[in-house]
């Protein structure tokens, strides 16, 4: 599938501070700025103001990451593994990423749309093997990959249990890390226990609930920022970034540092 002007366009505009890494700008001492890359779906994207107020979880990463530490956001609305590779995505990432960058990987809601030849991978073969495309492009790069599985949906039972919706997925990108040596974020545990905390009703103020629509799946800016939170603290936590490269970790963030541009 051939890529848009106006994807190309937008793809730009996400990765804005990516042309000054790109370039060797030097900061102290000489050594270069890292960027750390999103490949993802729409629950990373960065959002438009005809979105607003839907926020993806990239979008907040900027507030929990020392100013040196670029964000390129490449994640895209409606993306799976397969789609967003298909579609020359991770060729884009890849001719920019360089030696002691980081790729941040995330997919599994649109690989699960069996309905679809596009977007579909099968747990245990298609979608490691289009995963492993990331991770050995990073690495011939000699930048680090970091597998980092899919953020929960909202879904609780009649209990109010919070409930997995991603099937076998997450399951296969452990087992992917670990048989590959790959930093993993367990992001899809950990927001699950999130949500489970947080309760039916509590979990309303993450989502992009408004007026007019009731959406489970992607998030305000109060759960992008938290969701966010959730990312950096699992890379400290797996020693991918050290603490002087996080800020803010137990800090509120205020919503009006959430912008929307416009496309």
Same mark, same amino acid.
């Given at each position: 599938?051939?890529?848009?002007?106006?994807?190309?366009?937008?793809?730009?505009?996400?990765? /804005?501070?990516?042309?000054?890494?790109?370039?060797?700008?030097?900061?102290?001492?000489?050594?270069?700025?890292?960027?750390?890359?999103?490949?993802?779906?729409?629950?990373?994207?960065?959002? $438009?103001?005809?979105?607003?107020?839907?926020?993806?979880?990239?979008?907040?990463?900027?507030?929990?990451?020392?100013?040196?530490?670029?964000?390129?956001?490449?994640?895209?609305?409606?993306?799976?593994?397969?789609?967003?590779?298909?579609?020359?995505?991770?060729?884009?990432?890849?001719?920019?990423?360089?030696?002691?960058?980081?790729?941040?990987?995330?997919?599994?809601?649109?690989?699960?749309?069996?309905?679809?030849?596009?977007?579909?991978?099968?747990?245990?073969?298609? $979608?490691?093997?289009?995963?492993?495309?990331? /991770?050995?492009?990073?690495?011939?790069?000699?930048?680090?990959?970091?597998?980092?599985?899919?953020?929960?949906?909202?879904?609780?039972?009649?209990?109010?249990?919070?409930?997995?919706?991603?099937?076998? $997925?997450?399951?296969?990108?452990?087992?992917?890390?670990?048989?590959?040596?790959?930093?993993?974020?367990?992001?899809?545990?950990?927001?699950?226990?999130?949500?489970?905390?947080?309760?039916?009703?509590?979990?309303?103020?993450?989502?992009?609930?408004?007026?007019?629509?009731?959406?489970?799946?992607?998030?305000?800016?109060?759960?992008?920022?938290?969701?966010?939170?959730?990312?950096?603290?699992?890379?400290?936590?797996?020693?991918?970034?050290?603490?002087?490269?996080?800020?803010?970790?137990?800090?509120?963030?205020?919503?009006?540092?959430?912008?929307?541009?416009?496309?």
């Amino acid at each position: 599938m051939s890529v848009s002007r106006r994807q190309v366009t937008v793809a730009a505009i996400a990765s /804005v501070p990516l042309a000054l890494a790109a370039t060797g700008t030097a900061q102290a001492g000489g050594r270069r700025h890292r960027t750390l890359y999103i490949a993802g779906d729409s629950t990373a994207a960065q959002k $438009y103001a005809d979105a607003a107020p839907e926020t993806g979880w990239g979008m907040a990463a900027p507030f929990f990451l020392r100013e040196d530490l670029r964000v390129a956001n490449h994640a895209v609305n409606g993306r799976s593994s397969k789609s967003f590779a298909d579609e020359g995505r991770l060729e884009v990432i890849l001719a920019e990423i360089r030696p002691g960058d980081l790729l941040l990987i995330q997919f599994a809601h649109n690989d699960e749309k069996s309905e679809d030849p596009v977007r579909y991978t099968e747990p245990w073969t298609t $979608y490691q093997e289009y995963l492993r495309k990331y /991770v050995d492009g990073a690495r011939e790069r000699g930048a680090r990959p970091v597998l980092v599985t899919p953020v929960e949906r909202r879904r609780f039972d009649a209990a109010g249990t919070a409930q997995p919706s991603h099937g076998e $997925y997450p399951a296969a990108m452990r087992a992917l890390a670990a048989e590959e040596g790959v930093a993993l974020l367990d992001v899809q545990a950990l927001s699950l226990a999130l949500w489970q905390r947080l309760g039916v009703e509590g979990t309303k103020t993450y989502f992009n609930w408004t007026a007019t629509e009731q959406d489970n799946t992607h998030f305000n800016p109060p759960g992008a920022v938290e969701v966010a939170r959730l990312v950096v603290r699992e890379l400290l936590r797996t020693r991918v970034l050290g603490h002087r490269d996080a800020r803010r970790l137990d800090a509120e963030i205020p919503v009006s540092w959430i912008s929307w541009p416009t496309a």
